[in-house]
């Protein structure tokens, strides 16, 4: 033990001092190798041609008047049905003891028309859109919905002008204002010619 202690710890420290100085060798050689470089220079250049101005395009000029519009409002036609004639009923006829209710249909009191799209316009769109909705105690219009339709162009102003639309309430027997469901326009779209 006293003999690895003797020749072991100077050997020790010899060869961590050669180490020591051969790695500092070693990067003093690789600085001396690779001097630094500065990076190239690159210019990019490129010849402008000259631009010739282009001419503004003209401005379009809008029309003095629209052409008018031609909506026809078909009003819902209160036809009675198929019925049973008063004669063929066996028995006494009662009114079944419910309450009445008044079956007339309510009347628009607001009634602005649509606006001829300028896109469908453009297009040659024409025809009957059939609207339905609900009409609410307070006259208001909602639920719009387009149960047919002769192009599909138009749908969006006929359900944009329904809903500016108001209308006098039904009312039930002892006067109150009711919901009345499943209510129908119809609004006509046709282009004429000037």
Not at 46 to 61: D, G, H, Q
Not at 122 to 134: P, S, T
Not at 171 to 194: A, C, H, I, K, Y
Request: negative net charge; proline residues 15%; aromatic residues 6%.
């Amino acid at each position: 033990m006293l003999f690895r202690m003797i020749f072991g710890l100077p050997g020790a420290a010899l060869v961590t001092s050669l180490l020591f100085v051969i790695m500092a060798w070693m990067v003093r050689q690789e600085a001396l190798v690779n001097p630094p470089v500065d990076p190239p220079k690159i210019d990019i250049l490129a010849k402008l041609k000259p631009t010739k101005p282009t001419p503004n395009p003209p401005r379009p000029t809008a029309p003095d008047d629209p052409p008018p519009v031609e909506i026809d409002f078909i009003d819902p036609i209160d036809a009675p049905g198929p019925g049973v004639p008063i004669d063929r009923i066996p028995g006494p006829i009662t009114d079944g003891g419910g309450p009445i209710i008044d079956m007339t249909t309510t009347r628009p009191t607001i009634r602005p028309h649509p606006v001829y799209p300028e896109n469908c316009r453009a297009r040659g769109a024409q025809g009957v859109v059939i609207v339905e909705f609900d009409v609410t105690p307070e006259g208001d219009v909602v639920n719009p919905r387009i149960v047919s339709t002769a192009n599909a162009c138009l749908d969006r102003a006929v359900l944009n002008t329904i809903q500016k639309w108001k209308y006098s309430p039904k009312q039930d027997s002892s006067g109150r204002p009711v919901m009345q469901r499943g209510v129908r326009e119809f609004f006509n779209f046709q282009l004429t010619e000037e």
